[in-house]
C-alpha cells in the first residue's frame, strides 16, 4: 500500500518508502506531569504507527526524555533543596518518567520501541559537540559553546528552511542565547554545552576536559539519540509544530553539519496543537489539564483518545469539557454495540476503505467516519481488527458493560416480567406504561429497553 505524508521541510506529501520505517518522536521533559496536550502528540503518533504496522510496515520507533534542562535542574534543586545533586535529578525524573509511562498505557500508547534519557547518551552528545567544534562549527564563548548559524548557513543554504522560506532574510544570526526555548522570531547562535553556573545549576553539572563543566543543551539531545540510532538520516522526525524553529531547525543544522551534507530526516511531522480558550495548552501557561484530573471527574483515559481522534493532526484542536462528555457518551454507545455484536464475517471492503483514508496523509477523521459508517454490521472480528489500531476499548470494558446490564436487569426482573404477562395476555396498555416506567429508571444510568429477538434488553442512550 502506498502512504503519503505531508513533509514539513519540502511541505509536500511525500510518500513513504516500502521498506521498514525508523521513527524519531521528541519525548517529554520530564520535570513534571505531561498534560493533555502533550498526549494528543503522542496519542496521534501512536495510532499512526499503529496503522503503519498494519499496513505491512516494520517500524522501529524511538523516542527520547529531556532528562537535562533548566527546567529539570531548577525542578530539582526546588524539591531536594540547593546542594541536590545529578543523582537527584534521576530520582525526580525519574519519577517523572513513571507517570508519564503510566499515563500512557491507560491512553492505549504502545511504548516505544526505545524510550532514551539524554543523561544515558551523554557520551555521544559530548562527542558531537567536539565534532562540530573540530569542523568549525562550534565556538567557546565564556563558558558556554554554541553553534556557528552564519557559518552553518553560509555553506549549507538551508538554516530556518523549516520555519518558512526566506526564514533568514534580512536576519542576523550573530546574537548567542543562552536558552534552549526561545522566539520564533529570533535567529541566534544556539547553546550546545551550556557552562557552569554555581549559582543557578548548584552540584547538577558534567565535566569534560575540552568542553569544561556544563550540561549539553536540549537541542543536541535529540541529535545525538537519532544519529546513534538510525544514523544520518531518520525516515520519520515528529513533534509538535513549535519545534518547527527553533528545536528542529536547530537539530537539522548541527546534524548535518555533523555528518556532512545528508538530510537529517527523510520526512519531517508536525502536530498540531490542543487548545484551552483558544490558547495552546501549556506548563508554562498554567492551562493545563493532566489524565488525573480527568479521571477525578469520572471520565475514563480512553474517552480522551477517543476525542482526539475526531480532529485531523493538521488542525488546532479546542479541549473543553462538553466535548469530553460528548466523547464518552460516544464510546459508551460504541461500547454497547460492540457487546451486542456476533462472531462472524469480514468487512473487507469497508477495511480497505478505511486503510486508505489513513494512507492519504493520516486522515483519521474521514476514517473513523467510515468507522462508524457500518458499525451496526460489525464482526467482534471487525471490531477487534479497527481496535488494533484505533485502541478505542479494552476487553475488560465489554465485560464490565455486561455486568451493569446484568445488575440492572436483575434490579429490573419484577417489572419486566410483569410488562411480559401483561403482553401476553394483550393488556398493551398495561404493558406500555410498565415500558415508560421501567425506561424511566433506566433513563438515569444512560440505558433504554428494547425488545431483542432473543427478549428484552438494554441498550445505550
Ligand atoms: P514538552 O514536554 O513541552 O517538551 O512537550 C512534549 C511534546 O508535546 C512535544 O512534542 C510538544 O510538541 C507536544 N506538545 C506540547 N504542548 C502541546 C499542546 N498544547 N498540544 C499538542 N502537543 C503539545
Ligand atoms: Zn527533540
Known sequence: MRIK????????????????????????????RAHIG????????????????????????VMNLTDVDEKTIAATRAHYGANAGTR??????????????????????????????????????????KTLISKGYAYHYG????????RYHGEFRDYGKLAGRGFLSGRRARARVDLDEYDKRQVNDFVLWRGYDQKRDGNIFWDDPILGRGRPGWHIECSSISLSEFGATVDIHSGGVEHLFPHHSNE????????????????WLHFEHLLVGKKKMAKSLKNFITLSDLTKKK?????????????????????TWEALSAAQEGRRRLLDIISRAKSGGVSTKIR????????????????????????????????????????????????EMEMVKRRLMHMLGRQLKEREAARKKGNYKKADQLRQQINRRLKREGWQLADMPEGPGLIAL
Not at 502533550?38 to 520507533?61: M, P, Q
Not at 546534524?255 to 556532512?260: E, K, L, N, P, V
Request: glycine share 4%.
Open 5 to 32: 505524508l505531508y513533509d514539513s521541510l519540502s511541505k509536500k506529501k511525500k510518500t513513504l518508502p516500502s521498506r521498514d520505517i525508523s521513527f524519531y518522536s521528541c519525548g517529554p521533559t520530564v520535570y513534571n
Open 38 to 61: 502533550n498526549f494528543r502528540t503522542y496519542v496521534l503518533t501512536d495510532v499512526l504507527i499503529k496503522f503503519l504496522k498494519n499496513a505491512g510496515r516494520r517500524v522501529n520507533w
Open 88 to 129: 537527584d535529578l534521576k530520582k525526580l525524573t525519574g519519577h517523572f518518567t513513571g507517570l508519564f509511562k503510566d499515563d500512557a498505557r491507560a491512553l492505549n500508547i504502545d511504548p516505544p520501541d526505545k524510550l532514551i534519557a539524554a543523561t544515558s547518551r551523554m557520551g555521544e552528545i559530548v562527542k558531537n559537540i
Open 143 to 150: 563558558d558556554s559553546i554554541y553553534f556557528d548559524i552564519k
Open 252 to 267: 537539522i543544522a548541527q546534524s548535518q553539519a555533523i555528518t556532512g551534507y545528508r538530510p537529517f530526516a527523510g520526512l
Open 299 to 319: 471520565f475514563r483515559s480512553l474517552d480522551l483518545r477517543f476525542l482526539y481522534l475526531s480532529a485531523d493532526y493538521k488542525t488546532k484542536q479546542n479541549f
Open 352 to 399: 480497505r476503505e478505511f486503510l486508505s483514508a489513513l494512507a492519504d496523509n493520516f486522515n483519521l477523521p474521514k476514517a473513523v467516519a467510515i468507522f462508524f459508517r457500518e458499525i451496526e454490521n460489525f464482526s467482534i472480528q471487525d471490531f477487534n481488527w479497527f481496535n488494533q489500531i484505533l485502541g478505542l476499548f479494552r476487553a475488560s470494558e465489554i465485560t
